[in-house]
């Protein structure tokens, strides 16, 4: 066996990534990052 994978996340079985934390840089305004989420979405 060379690699074995488990996700734990459900993201392969339930096929629903989830977003569990974010982080904002320092450079980056709220409101500009809610404008990329919302077009990643």
């Known amino acids: 066996v060379d690699c074995i994978v488990f996700d734990k ?3 392969l079985t ?5 977003v569990i934390s974010t982080k904002l840089l320092k450079n980056i305004v709220l409101r500009d ?8 979405e």
Do not use: N
Not at 14 to 18: E, F, I
Not at 33 to 40: D, G, K, Q
């Open 33 to 40: 990052f809610y404008e990329l989420v919302a077009a990643t």
């Open 9 to 11: 996340t459900g993201t």
């Open 14 to 18: 339930r096929g629903k990534p989830t």
